[in-house]
């Protein structure tokens, strides 16, 4: 098996190398005429995977392994995509790892050392997957977004690698490390794989897109800052094409300055006094002495001698008054214990003829109920009777209270 991999890798190659010219044609202009390959040529770069026809009638194209392949080697960062797909991953994971401790357990060590060295190459390949996709934003926030010629282009490249940050922040909360440790048992080889190998590769990748994201961020700011000058730029040009006439008033007779023609310095400074500077506790306390003194010496001088007789009385003594309709309230909370049923608040308005307003007495059977204690409250059920309004969503219109025990 191993050598007809061998042969197989070889040839492929060698297709590579003898093909270089058209392949390389078609990585830069993207597609490549039927013409500009023999037919036979063709007919072998198509069978053996290095061409492809996307569908009849068109021309052909690089397939995406062995562009891949030319944009890592010639490190060409333009058309470089970045792989966000963790769940598949991790999928592969899960289920070479089954496949391993199935082997195990069966005897077949064969078998195992296979699964266990399939599961490793995936491990290992996910987290230079991950390290190509940080190394790949990076270069594209070093050159500035240079291979692009506008600045609306610019800001369209950077919200599209901001959506692939952001991609690839979901793809890593997928990963599970205490389901990976239920799957890798007590197996030491899948520990060391799933979770002490690959949790070291996640947090350096996590920690290198978070300063990432921060940096896009600061960049897109920049932009759009750059193109919001720019477009006041133009429309000031295009106003003054449209009106050559125009000259611009007096901006420093007018109540407010614009700030770009306010560059006087004042001739005030404005100050305050920061009562939290510990340092300027000595002077505060000073202003303060001196108000008092000022405000001492403001007050006339009032002799001992004709002040009144000072003499104490026994406090009077008053009561308060208890509210009639709060001992309404609780009449009522008293007959729905006494009679163990619901009773309507407007019945027993009606029943007892109390003098109030319907309205009143509803409200202060409502707040008679949330003032009672939490021991009590939870002793009764109070429903509200109406109907949502018809016009403003979210307001209830109550036109009676049920009480009853809960």
């Given at each position: ?13 060698r297709?590579?190398?003898?093909h270089?010219?058209p ?17 036979g ?17 068109a ?29 598949s991953?991790l999928a ?6 089954d ?8 005897g077949?060590y ?22 190509h996709s ?9 050159n500035?977004f ?28 997928l990963?599970?490390?205490e389901t ?5 048992g ?13 949790q ?39 106003h ?20 770009l ?12 006094l ?24 403001d ?11 000072l003499?104490?009385?026994a ?28 009773i ?63």
């Amino acid at each position: 098996m191993s050598g007809n991999l061998h042969q197989s890798g070889v040839r492929f190659l060698r297709q590579l190398g003898r093909h270089a010219d058209p392949i390389m044609k078609a990585y830069l202009g993207g597609s490549l005429a039927d013409d500009e390959l023999e037919p036979g040529v063709q007919e072998l770069l198509v069978k053996d995977g290095i061409l492809y026809r996307p569908e009849p009638g068109a021309d052909l194209h690089l397939r995406r392994v062995v562009r891949a392949l030319l944009e890592e080697a010639l490190r060409n960062d333009r058309n470089r995509q970045i792989d966000a797909n963790a769940a598949s991953t991790l999928a592969a994971f899960m289920t070479l790892a089954d496949h391993y401790k199935e082997a195990r357990h069966q005897g077949d060590y064969a078998a195992a050392d296979v699964h266990l060295a399939d599961l490793r190459e995936h491990v290992y390949a996910f987290g230079e997957t991950l390290r190509h996709s940080v190394r790949v934003l990076w270069s594209r926030i070093n050159n500035e977004f240079g291979y692009v010629g506008t600045l609306n282009a610019k800001i369209r490249e950077n919200e599209l690698t901001q959506s692939q940050v952001s991609e690839l922040l979901g793809g890593l909360e997928l990963v599970s490390f205490e389901t990976l440790a239920e799957t890798a048992g007590d197996l030491r080889e899948l520990r060391h794989l799933l979770v002490t190998n690959l949790q070291r590769t996640l947090s350096a990748c996590t920690q290198e897109l978070s300063i990432v994201q921060g940096r896009l961020l600061e960049l897109l700011g920049r932009f759009r800052e750059i193109r919001g000058r720019t477009r006041l730029l133009k429309g000031w040009l295009l106003h003054m094409t449209q009106r050559p006439d125009y000259q611009a008033g007096p901006h420093a007779g007018g109540r407010v300055v614009p700030q770009l023609f306010n560059q006087a310095p004042p001739i005030l400074a404005p100050a305050s006094l920061d009562i939290h500077d510990s340092t300027l506790e000595a002077e505060l306390l000073a202003l303060l002495a001196q108000i008092r003194a000022q405000s001492q010496q403001d007050r006339p001088a009032q002799l001992l001698g004709d002040a009144p007789d000072l003499t104490l009385h026994a406090p009077e003594t008053f009561e308060v008054q208890p509210s009639p309709i709060r001992a309404a309230v609780d009449a009522y909370f008293c007959q729905v214990i006494d009679s163990a049923q619901a009773i309507s608040a407007l019945d027993y308005h009606r029943q007892e003829s109390l003098p109030w307003d319907a309205e009143s007495w509803l409200y202060q059977v409502i707040g008679g109920y949330d003032g009672l204690p939490e021991a009590q409250k939870r002793h009764f059920e109070l429903d509200m009777i109406g109907e949502p309004h018809p016009l403003y969503s979210g307001n209830f219109i109550i036109r009676d209270l049920r009480l009853w025990l809960a």
